[in-house]
């Protein structure tokens, strides 16, 4: 005879709905496994630098906000990539079919179709998407990172006048983002999430992270967890952190807890001290929009999502919903997603580029006033200030 709980299951229905949950957690947990077995196998990343290479550099528009910053952003590229486009040794192309409606249509996160044309591209720039709050669609950038691997995001975060110069490596595939929407819920009762750390995942951000700190003369790498309290996920992702932090003598290694971090970072005493962040995906995520705002807001801010195939660079903003349905989506700020064309360009090794391009958004960011609304210049403003800039540079 079945006992009747409080929430009303009987003691059969919540016995099969356990070892339902079970044989999930199973699954996933098999093919977590395989997952970490296939990064630890992965090591060929693609090269850049061959002699003759074409570079193809896919555009996203995205959503909201986003083909109104894409629009400024393609115009740019199109000036200063001018020549290696009329050459051949680099092709823009346009890539549709990453818009909220399409995707609702078609009931997939990232169609099949639009994933498939990102995979012929070497690099590529992404516009904001829409990511619904609740429902089965998932954030069009979670399942990107995820189908392409792209494991570090790097947001850098410059206040010259405060001497505040970081650079966050923030693992992006793994974490609380690997299983975000294949949790276990048991309605009326209990809801559980997963958090996956891998030992090849942790490996490969720690060693970005570390490299990174060599190669441009960093001191300093904090690595910033929650091991205390998560002691499995966030405790091996510490310990193997300061693993590969002993290949790197010359550079300091400290640990802070994310808490205590975000308290840094708004303490003027202290944070101009910090160089190089290495911390798991969320709070990776939470940590550098605090600090895009301490750089002036998350409008000014870069992405760059880093794999060993492929790469996407974006905006670290969304769509700006608020702004699209006050009718002021042509005031956006274009600096972010350009920040990220710059990022782009020095990874795919064009630094000259890169460099002309952040100064042009230095010397517009002076000359034109962007407030996100209607009493400053608007999106297209900023970008004429660009071209002339940039084709008084070509005279
Ligand atoms: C970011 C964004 C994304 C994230 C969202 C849009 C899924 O906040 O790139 O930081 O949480 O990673
Ligand atoms: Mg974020």
New binding site residues.
């Given amino acids: 005879m079945d006992q009747k709980l409080p929430n009303g299951f009987s003691d059969t229905a919540t016995e099969n709905e356990i070892r339902d949950a079970v044989s999930h957690f199973e699954e996933l947990l098999r093919e977590q496994l395989n997952r970490q077995a296939r990064i630890a196998a992965d090591t060929a990343p693609r090269d850049f630098h061959e002699p003759g290479r074409q570079i193809r550099i896919g555009l996203i528009d995205g959503d909201g906000i986003g083909p109104i910053i894409m629009r400024e952003a393609r115009r740019v590229l199109d000036s200063l990539l001018a020549s290696e486009i009329a050459c051949g040794q680099v092709q823009l192309c346009t890539i549709e079919g990453l818009t909220i409606e399409n995707r609702l249509a078609l009931g997939k996160t990232v169609p099949d179709d639009t994933l498939a044309a990102i995979r012929t591209c070497d690099v590529f720039l992404k516009g904001p998407t829409t ?1 619904p709050k609740g429902g089965t669609v998932e ?1 069009a ?2 399942t990107l990172r995820r189908e392409l691997d792209l494991y570090a ?1 790097v947001r850098p975060v410059r206040v010259p006048e405060e001497n505040i110069d970081w650079t966050f490596f923030r693992e992006n595939t793994e974490g609380e ?1 690997t299983l975000g929407s294949r949790g276990i819920a048991f309605p009326g009762s209990l809801s559980m999430d997963f958090k996956v750390i891998t030992d090849a995942g942790t490996r490969r951000i720690a060693r970005a992270a570390y490299e990174f700190a060599r190669n441009n003369g960093k001191q300093r790498v904090a690595v910033v967890t929650k091991a205390n309290i998560m002691k499995k996920t966030d405790g091996m992702f510490s310990r193997i952190a300061h693993e590969i932090a002993a290949e790197y003598p010359e550079i300091e290694t400290e640990e802070y807890y994310i808490d205590i971090m975000t308290a840094n970072l708004v303490n003027p005493a202290v944070r101009s001290r910090f160089q190089v962040f290495l911390l798991p995906n969320l709070y990776g ?1 939470i940590l ?2 605090e600090a895009a705002q301490i750089q002036g807001g998350v409008g000014t801010a870069g ?1 760059a999502n880093i794999g060993d195939h492929c790469a996407m660079f ?1 905006a ?1 903003h ?1 769509t700006a919903p608020r702004k699209m349905e006050a009718g002021e989506g042509e005031y956006a700020n274009p600096t972010s997603i350009l920040r990220a064309a710059e990022m782009l360009l020095r990874h795919i090794g064009m630094r000259e580029k890169a460099d002309i391009l952040s100064n042009t958004i230095e010397q517009a960011e002076k000359d034109v006033h962007i407030t996100g609304h209607r009493d400053g210049e608007t999106c297209a403003a900023f970008g004429d200030r660009m071209l002339a800039i940039l084709s008084e540079g070509k005279r």
């Fill in positions: 990511t954030s950038n979670v995001n983002y995520d550098t929009d992405s974006e670290i969304g």
